[in-house]
C-alpha cells in the first residue's frame, strides 16, 4: 500500500556519508533524544552526553551507553531520507563543540520562520547583511537599528526592534558582545549553506577548514582568514607562528585548544571562562 | 473533590507509614541524582572545525525512506538484498514527488512540534505541491507514520470538525530538566509527585495541602532541599511555565489562595493510570487498592482510546 517510501534498510555501503560500519537502528531512546534535542535548538557538546544518558536512562537502563559518535551517525544514517541530520560544530569563540539538528533540504531562514513575524525575520535578514560584510563579524546595535525603516511587513520602532534583537540572543540566533551582534554557532550551523549561496561575493571563508567564518583572524600581508580555534589547533606547537599562505609572521594572539577535560575541573559553567575575543583583522 | 480521597493521601503518610514512604520516595530520589551525575566520562577525539559536507546535488530519488529495517534491527547483510529490488521498484515519478512532498510535510510538522502548536489539515495541503493535493491521504499517512517512527511523535486529532491536529510524544514525559533548576539535576521526578499529589487529591489540590503531602515527603516551600534547591519557585513558576501544572488563583480569596491542577502538557503526556501506578509503586500497593482514582484511570484510558 505504501508508495514505496519505506523500504529496508541498507547497508552503510549503499548509504551516502555513512561512517559507521552499521545499519541504522531506532529506538525509543534515539527518538527521546531527537525530541529533546529539537526542543532545545542548540546544545552543547556536555549537554548532548548529558542528555544522551538521560535517554538511555528512561527507556534501555540495562544498555551500555553508545559511543556518542557512533549513537549520532546512527540517528543521521537513519534521518539521511529525511534529508535532516544531526550536525555538529564548533563555536567560533572559544572552539566548543555544538549541536543542532538540521534541515539540509532548505536553504532559507525556514527554522526561525515559524518563530518570528515578518518584519522580525526581515530584521534579522539586515543584520546577517551587516554581519556578514563586517571586517569583525560583528555588527553594531546602532547600525541595524538604523535600518528599521527598510523593513518588509508591520512597521516597527528602533525600541522594539531592540526587544527583537534580544528575543534572538535569547533564543540563540545572535550573539550580543558590549552593544554589538554576530552570529551564534546555531545560525552558522543551520544556515552555512544558505549564507553561502545568498551572499557568495561577500561570505568569508576559513583558510584550514574552508567553512563559513564570521569571526576570525586574518593575515595582514595576504588576507587569509582563519577560525580562532582553527589557529588555535594549527599553531598550537609552533614556535613560531606563520601564515600557512604567505609565510609571513602571524602577528595575533594564538588563543588556546579547547579543553573539554579542563572544562570540567573548572565546574563547567561557561561564564567562568576567559573567552578569546580578537577583533584584529 | 472527594473529601474521602483527600484524607487518604495523608493518612497513608501517616504515622508509621510516613517512614516507609519518605524512605520509599528518598530512595526513588537517589536515582534522579544519580542520573545527573553519571553523565559519561570518555573523552573521544572529536575535530574541530571539520571540513564541509559537499551539499547533496542529486536528489535522492531512488533510496526514499527506510523505516522497517530499522525498527526491528536487522542485520545489514539481510536487508541489503531486498533493498536493491525495492530501490528499483521506489524509482517511478509519481512516487519521487510523493516522497519529496513526504519530507516536506514531516518538516512543517516538525517546527510544530518545536513550537507546541497545533495544526490543520488546511495548513498541511499548503505543504503539498499542488499538483500532488489529490494524494494528500498517502502523503499525510506516511508523514505520520515517519514521524512516529523516527521521533516517537503522535499526531493526535483534537478536534474533527474543525480537522486539527496536535503532536505529542508518545513517549510519556518530555521534561528532561535541563532548563531549570540547580545543573545537572532533572526535575522528572519532582513533576511525577506533583502530578501525583495532585490526582490523589482529586485532580485539584490546595495549595496548603500540596505543600502539607511534599512536606511530608520531605520537601517543604521555603528550604533548600539538597536535589531540589527551592522548590517552590520550580513548582509554582517553571513548572507552570512548562506547562505541567497549573496554578489557579481561587477565585475572591482574600488572602489570595492557589489550587495546584495538571497543565495541558501533563494531561498530553502522561496519564492518569501512570501516575497512579507510580504513586501505588512507591506506596507498595496494587492501583486497584485505591479504588476511586482507580475507577477514574481506567474512565481516562477509555476515553483516550
Redo the contacts between chains.
Sequence with gaps: A???????????S????SSSG?????T?VH??F???L???GVLE???V??????CY???DCNAT?D???DFINNINS???????EIK???TEDD?R?IYALV????TSV??M???FAESELDLFRKALELIIDSETGFASSTNILNLVDQLKGKKMRKKEAEQVLQKFVQSKWLIEKEGEFTLHGRAILEM??FIRETYPDTVKI?N????LLIQGQSCETCGIRM?L??VA?YFQSASEPRCPHCNDYWPHEIPEV?N??KE?EAG??KSSRKSLRTRQH | MDHMQNNQTCNLLNGSEVQSEAGDLDSAQIPVAEEAEATTTTSTEMSGGEAPRSPRSSPRSSCPLAVTGCISGKPSDETSGNQTEERKEAESPLNDEINTNVVRLVEFLLLKYQRKELTTKAEMLDCINRDYQECYPVIFSEASECIKLFFGIDMMEVDPAARSYTLVTALGITYDGMHHGPQGMPNTGLIIMSLCIIFMEGNCVSEEKFWEVLNKLGLCAGCKHFIYDEPRKLITEDFVQEGYLEYRLVPDSDPPRHNFLWGPRAHAETTKMKVLEFFAGITKKDPSSYPTRYAEALRDEGERA
Design positions: 505504501t508508495s514505496g517510501v519505506f523500504s529496508a534498510v541498507g547497508a552503510p549503499n548509504m551516502q556519508g552499521r545499519a541504522g537502528v531506532m525509543d527518538r527521546r531527537l525530541q529533546l529539537m526542543t532545545h557538546e556536555w549537554e552526553r548529558r542528555l544522551q544518558n538521560h536512562k528512561v527507556h551507553v559511543k556518542l559518535e537513519v534521518l539521511e531520507s529525511l534529508y535532516i555538529k560544530g564548533i572552539g563543540p534541515n539540509l533540504a532548505t525556514s527554522k520562520a515559524t518563530d552555512e549553506q576559513c584550514i577548514c574552508h567553512s577560525h580555534p582553527c589547533k579547547f573539554p577535560e570540567r563547567g559553567s
